[in-house]
Every structure is written in C-alpha cells, then in structure tokens.
C-alpha cells in the first residue's frame, strides 16, 4: 500500500469530502508500515474494500414545525463495515450534517468499536436538522419523520444507532418510540442510550465521560503524576463534556473551563456539583450557550465571548464538542500556557496541524478514537443486557466499562510505544485496525 496513490484515488473519487479524506489519511499514514509487513492484507486488497462504506443511505425527512409550515431536511445512514458485528455508531443532529462528516465519524467509528474489543462494526447517520431553538413537540415530530425512513435498514443485529452530537435522551425516546410502533419490536438494542427502565444501560449516558478520564488517568499515571488538583479545560456543556466533568471532579480535578458556540466559561476555583447538575438544563433548553452557566453563577464563572476553551490555562485540555475544532494555533497557545496531556473526547477534535504542534513539543496526545470509546462500548453493553432481557447494576456496568478503557489503554500503549515515548494516535489506530483486517481476511472476499 503506497497512501499518497491511495489517498489521490479517493480524492478523484470524492472530490470536496474533506473530513473524510483528512480520517482515512491520518489512520493510513499510522498503519502503513504494519500493513506492508502483511502481503495477505495487500493481496486481498483490505485498504481498498475498507475504506468504501458498505453502503450509504440518504433520505428525504419532512416534518411539520410549531407554526404548521411543513420542512424537510437530508438524512443519512452510513452502513460502514460490518467485519467484526451489526453496523453500531451515533446519529447527529446537526445543520452542517453531510456526507463526508458523516463517512469521518463511520470510518473512524470501525476503529473505535474494534478496540472495544465487543462485536461491533462501524456506521454513523443523522441529519442537517438543527435542534437549537426547537420546541420539544418539533423534535418529537423531526425523530418521528426521520424514523418514518431509518427503521426498516436497523435492528439489534443488523444496524443499532445511538446519540451523538445533537441526539441525546430525549432524542433516543422519540427515535425508539417511533422504531417500536413501526417494526413491532418491543424490547430490543435497535436503538442504544435509552433511558433507564425500558431498556436503558446504567452508566450509558455518563460512559463517554467516564471513559475518557479513565484513560486520562492512565496518561497521567503513565508520567508518575496524579489527577489530583490538575486543572482541566473542556470544551462544549453537552453529553460528553458533563460525563467528564462529574468523573474528573470525583478524581480531585479541577475543571477551570467549559465553552460552547458562544464562548467560554473560565470557572477559577473549579467546577462544582451544582454547576455539572446545571449542565443537563442548558442543554434541555436547546440554547445551545455556554453564556447560561455565568447567568446561572455568576460568582463562579465568567464568561467571554468568542473565545475557546484553550484561551485558559490548564494542565489537561480535553476537546468535547466537534471535529477539528483544536486548531494549529489554538495547540500552540495550549503549550505557551503550559498544557501537560492532551486527550480528544469529540471525534477527530484536533486539526492536523494541532496533533503535529503537540507531538512535535512531546506532549501525550491520545486520539478520540480510543478515548471517547466508552460511550459506543457502553451501548454495546447496553444490547447485550437487552439482548439478555436483564439489567446490570451501575457498578457492574462501570467495572466493566473501566476494565474495556484499561484494556484500549495497554492496547494503545503496546502497538504505539517508541522507546520512552507512547504514540498513542498510532497505538490506536494499529490496533483498531488489525482486529478488523484480520476479520475480514477470514471471512473471504465479500
Ligand atoms: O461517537 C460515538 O462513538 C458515539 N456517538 C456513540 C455511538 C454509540 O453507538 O453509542
């Protein structure tokens, strides 16, 4: 495998879908080495076959808003790979919603799910809808229209989505409820991130969040410190960001920034419980800004406009929001500030230019792809209780979503270390990567 004559294939093929070429080049360039060391994978041509979707759907949704004017908006489901078991990944909601994002989360999702070491193969879907500012009836209607189309292509065994930016729980309910009245299927993991009590994992909506500070954890550990009293700056206010602020101030860490469309929140002396708490109601009102939390407590945060979370100084800064929104000179301000780790929560949160500015002053950088895998893990729990008709405690669920981020952990650690150094961006995505051409191998040209 040669990247550049690949990746000059692809863009010919897919001209203009440039988050989804900036996905496949980051993982070739990672793998290239151990590939070639494989004729087999060469001669079954599994970069090739990998990095086309299986398949793509793309469909019509229209809805009737609060004023009774009828809209329609795109969506989509990427069917990406199904090597290793049913197509699992989020759906996002959305307006810049397309094709190419949605071919970067699938893609990166068939490494991420692989290193979960569950049977889950990779996919993503979602919509150009843009929940901010719709009423609770209008979502209802968008997840029921959209639904009208996805539930025929999913199943607990064939296709299950999830939340992802713009879907959470109240999302999933509609999504599901609409799912269950059109296939007749009544207890099952179509769908994942329900709510608890009909069907719902315990932990799933904390999973993301508490993954990613298991793993910072390990980072820290790795370089003999503690998370005791580090300073963390987390961007968004969302799913994630909150998952990760509850498990970071039960660490003894301090979260000193959250941001959002708007700006930023710089919380000095740490976030607080009440604060964390405050975060599922921003998020319920569909305002989508960060602003609320200063309005909220005043004395303990304030807000500036328009600037990111990496305008604050902090010890981890922790990307929670969207793709490539850590730009090249927003990594060298982290590092004038003094960041320590870096660890993307969001998929692909850091631009090239940023991973390389961290790299090149030595700093841990781990990739979302292994960090924010506790989230699609903790779905893949959630269809096996399903699937067992039995629901696992909140400690039976968390042991077992720790062991899986341990495990990512020492995975990422054993195919990315360099002497004294870990390369935790090419730990993940050669061992994401080999579980899943192995499988392919084995199951023959298809
Ligand atoms: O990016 C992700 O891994 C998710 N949005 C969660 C996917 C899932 O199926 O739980």
């Known amino acids: 495998m040669k990247v550049k004559e690949i990746m000059k294939t692809l863009e010919a093929k897919h001209p203009g879908e440039k988050e989804y070429l900036q996905a496949v080049e980051e993982v070739l360039v990672s793998i290239e080495k151990v590939y070639n060391e494989h004729p087999e994978f060469e001669k079954a041509k ?15 949704v229209t ?25 699992k990944g989020g759906l996002r909601f959305h307006p810049a919603v397309n094709v190419s994002m949605l071919k970067l989360l699938g893609f990166e999702q068939i490494f991420k799910n692989s290193l979960t070491n569950l049977p889950l193969g990779g996919g993503k879907g979602g919509a150009d809808f843009d929940p901010t500012g719709k009423s609770d009836a209008e979502i209802m209607r968008f997840c029921q229209a959209f639904m009208y189309e996805l539930w025929r292509n999913i199943g607990p065994d064939q296709d299950s989505p999830a939340g992802d930016v713009g879907v959470g729980g109240r999302e999933i309910g509609y999504l599901y409820g609409a799912y269950k009245k059109l296939a007749r299927e009544h207890s099952t993991g179509a769908l994942t991130g329900k709510s ?20 910072v954890e390990r980072m820290v550990k790795q370089k003999k410190e503690n998370m005791k009293g580090k300073k963390i700056a987390l961007s968004g206010f969302g799913n994630v960001a909150w998952g990760a602020a509850t498990k970071a101030v039960e660490m003894g860490a301090k979260v000193v920034a959250i941001s959002g469309p708007d700006g930023v929140c710089e919380i000095k002396d740490g976030i607080t419980k009440e604060m964390i708490d405050y975060m599922l ?23 500036t406009a328009g ?23 927003d990594a060298k301000m982290l590092i004038k500030n ?17 991973i390389a500015a961290f790299q090149k002053a030595k700093l841990p950088f781990a990739p979302g792809k292994a960090v924010n895998a506790g989230g699609v893990a903790t ?45 935790y961006v090419k730990g993940a995505n050669i061992a994401g990567f080999m579980r899943v051409a192995k499988a392919m191998l084995a199951q023959g040209i298809i």
């Open 46 to 60: 599994i970069i090739e076959r990998l990095v086309e979707p299986d398949r793509i759907f793309t469909f019509r």
């Open 63 to 87: 809805w009737v808003n609060d004023k009774g004017e009828v809209c329609t908006n795109l969506g989509y489901r990427v069917q990406f790979n199904a090597a290793l078991g049913a197509y």
């Open 196 to 215: 608890y009590g009909w069907g719902g994992s315990l932990i799933r909506p904390e999973a993301t969040g508490f993954g990613a500070m298991y793993y």
């Open 281 to 303: 109601d921003m998020r319920a009102s569909n305002r989508n800004k960060v602003e609320d939390m200063a309005t909220k407590f005043p004395k303990l945060a304030k807000f």
């Open 307 to 329: 600037k990111k979370a990496w305008s604050v100084k902090c010890d981890i800064a922790m990307p929670c929001a969207f793709q490539n929104e850590l730009s090249e000179d």
């Open 338 to 354: 003094g960041v320590k780790y870096v660890a993307e929560v969001s998929n692909m949160g850091c631009q090239p230019g940023a």
């Open 379 to 423: 779905s893949g729990l959630e269809i096996c209780q399903n699937a067992g008709h039995i629901n696992w405690t909140a400690e039976e669920v968390d042991v077992k979503l720790h062991k899986i981020m341990n495990d990512i952990y020492d995975m990422c650690v054993e195919y990315g270390k360099k002497g004294n150094t870990i390369d």
